[in-house]
């Protein structure tokens, strides 16, 4: 006789699969439906497909190039874990929140809309994407929390546009103590707004462009986007290939504008990481160091 954890497991491969021709829209108050759905469009991101044969294939390990011990089998096995912890919290009446789908976040609001938790996914996936550094140093825990970060900045999108933008901050300021200057939360508010206002329309980025707006303009009050390539540059130049990762130029000279800004107080948690001997020989770090300060020196 099966178990009542085998019971649940079917239950939730059965969920997933119901799920993958993505049709479900509106509010999803039932913990197992929310789950499924963000575990379905992840495998979108990591398919790149999403036709519900593909999805379906993927769901059942009946894709070739994603099999055992591919990203995309081991997504398949968080989004059962998932939706198992869904239906947990709808026998027991509990509601969604952002540790649902990321056990090591707290219990924040998302947005619970369908087409916008969809669009949070897929915006913290070009995000991850376009910066290199993300899965480099934070890996699977960043692609977690990208995307409940991402569901819960679509919640403040209803808000004022100065309470949103203070949120925002808040945010930042979190993420800056973690490694991750402000610079990048503008990169990804760019791409969550994209992806929203073409799952939704204008009315649904509410506040959000008004809140990356006011992150550009502090940071361009210090490092304006001339300095954050020549940065980049400067990084290139002395470094060459040994750069620890895509663009550190460009991170150093962000990590200098919040500390500047008053998001943060220094910039060493990113530039520890960075010059980790671990990770670059010492000359690499001493060039890096010097790059640093020549962002110091030319900052406002």
């Known amino acids: 006789m099966p178990s009542m954890t085998d019971l649940a497991a079917d239950e939730a491969r059965q969920l997933l699969l119901a799920n993958a021709d993505r049709a479900v829209t509106g509010r999803l108050d039932d913990p197992a439906l929310f789950a499924a759905v963000v575990g379905v469009e992840r495998l979108v991101v990591a398919t ?11 769901l059942e390990g009946r894709l070739p190039e ?8 081991a997504l398949v096995a968080e989004g ?32 619970t809309d369908a087409t916008l938790v969809r669009a949070a996914v897929r915006a913290a ?38 309470r949103a933008t203070r949120q925002v901050a808040w945010l930042c300021r979190v993420l800056a103590g973690r490694g991750m200057p402000s610079w ?5 508010l760019v791409e969550l707004v994209a992806e929203v206002r073409a799952a939704a329309g204008d009315e649904a980025v509410g506040a959000l462009p008004a809140a990356a707006a006011a992150l550009t303009a502090a940071r361009r009050g210090h490092v304006d986007d001339e300095l954050l390539d020549l940065a980049d540059r400067w990084t290139e130049d002395v470094v060459g290939e040994a750069v620890p990762v895509p ?54």
């Not at 009446?93 to 090591?104: E, K, T, Y």
């Open 48 to 58: 790149g497909s999403a036709d519900p044969e593909v999805l379906r294939a993927a």
């Open 66 to 73: 994603h099999g055992h011990g591919s990203d995309v089998a």
């Open 80 to 111: 059962e874990r998932h939706v198992v912890a869904g239906l947990a919290r709808r026998a027991n009446r509990q509601p969604v929140d952002a540790a649902l789908v990321n056990p090591g976040a707290g219990s924040y609001e998302v947005t």
């Open 125 to 162: 996936q070009r995000s991850l994407d376009a910066m290199p550094y993300y899965g480099i140093r934070y890996g699977e825990r960043g692609s977690r929390f990208a995307s409940t970060d991402s569901a819960w900045l679509i919640s403040l999108a209803h808000l004022g546009e100065e």
């Open 184 to 188: 990048l939360m503008e990169l990804h």
């Open 247 to 300: 663009r550190t130029g460009a991170l150093l000279a962000a990590a200098v504008a919040d500390t500047l800004t008053g998001v943060a107080t220094d910039d060493h948690v990113l530039l520890d990481w960075l010059i980790d001997p671990a990770r670059v020989r010492p000359e690499v770090a001493d060039a890096l160091r010097t790059v640093r300060q020549r962002v110091r020196a030319a900052a406002r």
